[in-house]
């Protein structure tokens, strides 16, 4: 089992960056698939960007590609989201996701909230325009 806690939410102006970070607990997060998911207000969650637990395979949704990067520091049991030429639309709550050991092959199986078991509380993102 795994406990994720992000940080790093805030309020910028559009065209700004922040950088979010989720940190895990316990002995085996290289094991786990990594992800970022966001709701915005009156939204259902959306996927934003996913990390392979083997390899260094990453995903996007269209929106963020380009803007956004996620990585993985195995050793700082942490993953970080860097978000560059943040928009007013990117305003939500974005989540921290975790699934051991994910069996996926491709974008459609990480994007799937229904992979990952382990879930954050969330940082607010808040773009002004």
């Known amino acids: 089992q795994v406990q994720l806690v992000e940080s790093g939410g805030g309020l910028v102006q559009a065209g700004g960056s922040l950088r979010l970070s989720c940190a895990a607990s316990g002995r085996t997060f290289s094991s786990y698939a990594m992800a970022w998911f966001r709701q915005a207000p009156g939204k259902e969650r959306g996927f934003v960007a996913a990390?392979?637990?083997?390899?260094?395979?990453?995903y996007y949704a269209d929106s963020v590609k380009g803007r956004f990067t996620i990585s993985r520091d195995n050793a700082k049991n942490t993953v970080y989201l860097q978000m560059n030429s943040l928009k007013p639309e990117d305003t939500a709550v974005y989540y921290c996701?975790?699934?051991?050991?994910?069996?996926?092959?491709?974008?459609?199986?990480?994007?799937?909230?229904?992979?990952?078991?382990?879930w954050g509380q969330g940082t607010q993102v808040t773009v002004s325009s």
């Open positions: 996701a975790a699934s051991y050991r994910a069996s996926c092959f491709g974008y459609v199986c990480y994007a799937d909230g229904d992979e990952y078991a382990y």
């Open positions: 990390h392979s637990w083997r390899g260094s395979s990453t």
